[in-house]
């Protein structure tokens, strides 16, 4: 893993929510379950446990659905962004909610059996950086993001422009 902050932040895609984790983040894993991938509509879900750490939502708090006898899932009930796996044995958040997921670099995969058969083709692909994309230049030119910026804000949104 790259160098850590002894805190971490992160949230939600529209910024209704936000956390803070106080402590080495050092449990990421990527889990292949099919109940993981409805939930966060992707091929895996990638999650770091927060298990003897300390977690705060300091904005917002997510809303819960009880997707199994054991397991809650929580999300941002404004824009759906998947944020927590919530087991008995501790809480869970999704990797690509923190402000800088790359410092969270998986070590275990979860659930292999429902791997899908491709996954492991997927660096053989084409790939292109979005301003490779020609075809869709005039869109991207047109496109004001209201995402939240990866790091708190005092205010969220902000005020309109004057």
Not at 88 to 99: E, K, R
Not at 143 to 154: E, K, L, N, W, Y
Request: hydrophobic share 35%.
């Amino acid at each position: 893993m790259g160098t850590q902050p002894p805190t971490c932040t992160g949230g939600c895609q529209c910024g209704a929510v936000r956390f803070r984790v106080t402590g080495r983040l050092w449990d990421a894993s990527i889990c292949h379950c099919r109940m993981c991938q409805k939930a966060f509509g992707a091929y895996y879900a990638p999650l770091v446990s927060t298990r003897g750490l300390q977690l705060e939502w300091t904005r917002g708090e997510p809303k819960r659905f009880q997707s199994s006898n054991l397991v809650r899932r929580g999300f941002c009930a404004d824009c759906g962004t998947p944020l927590t796996y919530e087991a008995p044995d501790g809480i869970a958040l999704a990797a690509g909610a923190f402000d800088e997921p790359a410092l969270l670099p998986p070590s275990i995969q979860y659930g292999v059996e429902a791997r899908l058969p491709f996954m492991d083709t997927l660096p053989g692909l084409p790939a292109r950086r979005t301003e490779e994309d020609e075809a869709a230049a005039e869109f991207l030119a047109r496109i004001v993001s209201r995402q939240h910026p990866d790091h708190d804000t005092a205010d969220w949104p902000p005020p309109p422009a004057a």
